[in-house]
């Protein structure tokens, strides 16, 4: 039986402290309580673990400002794709710092996708991926680091329309002023490796 076929309904959470303003989503009804219960569970533990790492890469435990939003990217055809970012800078800092993740749900089971259950297996979806990344850098001319060479088989990405993004973290393969890289990829390119059963292949045509 098809179940929550309708957007499930979002309500923001915030958490205000000490210069410290974060505001994250919490879903509402859907058929099954434990499957609203374990995606909330999931998103809160994200938000706490995302300000853990911002101490852990500016090397401090408080901050002069910390704001946290989030973004709904895909709630339809039983997925919820979103995406948690959180802005902090260190007292005295000259720079703050950006993260963001993100996280993608079946709405029916409660599923936490990673990237590599969006494709078929045995598929060389990493090197797929990591070609087409290759070419929007060279496309788009983006200033690098380093020289790429693959994204990772769990590489931060979110669904939008009917397209896959990747990206990276702030100076991970790109300089500060670039921010977030982000690569959006459309499922038409990829269709042949996508496994039809994830909620990556509910965005394409049936």
């Known amino acids: 039986m098809q179940r929550t076929v309708t957007p499930v309904p979002i309500r923001t959470m915030e958490i205000m402290r000490d210069g410290m303003h974060i505001k994250y989503p919490q879903i509402g009804h859907v058929e099954r309580p434990h499957v609203r219960r374990s995606i909330n569970e ?3 533990n994200l938000v706490q673990a995302i300000m853990a790492e911002q101490q852990d890469k500016q090397g401090a435990h408080q901050f002069a400002e910390m704001i946290g939003l989030y973004e709904i990217k895909t709630n339809e055809r039983n997925v919820l794709s979103l995406t948690l970012s959180n802005y902090a800078i260190a007292p005295g800092a000259a720079n703050g710092l950006t993260i963001i993740r993100s996280l993608t749900f079946d709405l029916q089971t409660g599923k936490q996708y990673q990237l590599g259950d969006l494709f078929l297996p045995r598929s060389p979806y990493v090197q797929t991926l990591s070609a087409i990344v290759q070419q929007q850098i060279v496309d788009r001319d983006i200033p690098m680091l380093n020289h790429f060479s693959h994204i990772s ?4 990405f979110y669904i939008a329309d009917k397209a896959l993004i990747l990206y990276f973290q702030a100076i ?3 300089p500060h002023y670039v921010g977030i890289p982000m690569f959006p990829i459309s499922v038409y390119e990829i269709e042949n490796i996508i496994n039809p059963d994830s909620v990556l292949g509910r965005m394409l045509p049936a």
Do not use: L, R, W
């Open 42 to 44: 999931a998103i809160f």
């Open 172 to 174: 991970e393969i790109t």
């Open 153 to 156: 088989p769990d590489q931060d």
